[in-house]
T-cell receptor, first 117, second 114 residues
Framework: KAGVTQTPRYLIKTRGQQVTLSCSPI?????VSWYQQTPGQGLQFLFE???????NKGNFPGRFSGRQFSNSRSEMNVSTLELGDSALYLC????????????????FGPGTRLTVL | GENVEQHPSTLSVQEGDSAVIKCTYS??????FPWYKQELGKRPQLIID?????GEKKDQRIAVTLNKTAKHFSLHITETQPEDSAVYFC?????????????FGTGTRLTIIP
């Protein structure tokens, strides 16, 4: 099976702009989670989507939002970009235990490196 | 919420020796503990995981132990090789509660000295 894919891989934006990142999960995976990775804060949970619904949310401002489509692909959006939003944004997908898989085993994509100037 | 502490932040070991990385967690309801390896510029890759109904799990040179009472778990790598050099992250979650959020430790940079 193909792994988790993310597009674009690299992105450069300026302050105040907005950005949309895309994640395609492993085929058959229904849960998609997003994480922000920075040298200072490490890996931090943004939100998780399952069946097009946001099921969990981390402690990030409302400028960070996401959605999931019926094919389980997910997008996250960051509006009014700030310098501190520069980070590697990782998505991870997993099966749902109710569907016979281990919902807790998450597989990561390669990430999108966002640089805000 | 859950808090995961990881030690040490850096670790250097001679090739062939063993490496141990330790993590503690705060949420007694956490029941799933994965370990990820991240090489420079690469994605985190799951190397081993353990669930709260098991005290130890081994996969070739890698083993993980869990002490639920003390709320800590450890990664053990034996017979280390240069390709083991990477940053290792522990994590914890309350899996199967519809809450698959992983809370990560701050990472350990492991360097294997040839």
């Amino acid at each position: 099976k193909a792994g988790v894919t993310q597009t674009p891989r690299y992105l450069i934006k300026t302050r105040g702009q907005q950005v949309t990142l895309s994640c395609s999960p492993i085929s058959g995976h229904r849960s998609v989670s997003w994480y922000q990775q920075t040298p200072g804060q490490g890996l931090q949970f943004l939100f998780e989507y399952f069946s097009e619904t946001q099921r969990n949310k981390g402690n990030f401002p409302g400028r960070f939002s996401g959605r999931q489509f019926s094919n389980s692909r997910s997008e996250m959006n960051v509006s009014t970009l700030e310098l501190g939003d520069s980070a590697l944004y990782l998505c991870a997908s997993s099966l749902d235990v109710r569907l016979g898989g281990n919902t807790d085993t998450q597989y990561f994509g390669p990430g999108t490196r966002l640089t805000v100037l | 919420g859950e808090n995961v502490e990881q030690h040490p932040s850096t670790l250097s070991v001679q090739e062939g020796d063993s490496a141990v990385i330790k993590c503690t967690y705060s949420d007694s309801a956490s029941n799933y503990f994965p370990w990820y390896k991240q090489e420079l510029g690469k994605r985190p890759q799951l190397i081993i995981d353990i669930r709260s109904n098991v005290g130890e799990k081994k996969d070739q040179r890698i083993a993980v132990t869990l002490n639920k009472t003390a709320k800590h778990f450890s990664l053990h790598i034996t017979e280390t090789q240069p390709e083991d050099s990477a940053v290792y992250f522990c994590a914890a979650s309350r899996a199967n509660f519809g809450n698959e959020k992983l809370t990560f430790g701050t990472g350990t940079r492991l360097t294997i000295i040839p």
